[in-house]
């Protein structure tokens, strides 16, 4: 019983760990859910929220009504504004997290391979400025 629950955790940490190493590449969960909700607003995140299929696909399943339809995408609206404005609250420490790693990484590496890891951090950092000015120029058409 004690080992299944050992492995368990051993098991957990891993994940843990690979969910942080992700942090640290900039692959946020949390982007994935905002690119989800609004991706044109958001840059890089992995996962693309689709939303016309979305309600296309909630409008069959659940058989909204068109009276309902616009309740529904008001809700959707608020929902992608409350996952902006927690991004933006959360970007310090997701930045911090990143740091941290950076800090971390830094101080297993070799003389060598110091320039070699910063000319790597470079040019990742700058792609995902070019890319977060690109994405931040193609605004989310207005819905009426």
């Known amino acids: 019983m004690g080992h299944m629950m050992e492995t368990r955790t051993k098991v957990g940490f ?46 069959e399943a659940v058989g909204f009504r068109p009276e309902q339809m616009s309740a529904l995408n008001a809700i959707l609206d608020e929902t992608r504004e409350e996952f902006l404005i927690l991004r933006r609250r959360l970007q310090p420490q997701f930045e911090e997290v990143r740091a941290r790693s950076r800090q971390r990484i830094r101080g297993i590496l070799t003389a060598d391979q110091q320039p070699r890891f910063e000319a790597f951090l470079k040019q990742w950092d700058e792609e995902r400025r070019v890319e977060e000015a690109a994405a931040s120029q193609s605004k989310a058409p207005e819905r009426k």
């Open 14 to 59: 891993a994940f843990l760990t690979i969910f942080l190493l992700g942090f640290a590449a900039g692959a946020l969960s949390l982007s994935a859910y905002l690119r989800r909700v609004d991706p044109t607003r958001q840059p890089i995140w992995t996962i693309k929220f689709n939303r016309e299929r979305y309600v296309g696909e909630l409008r």
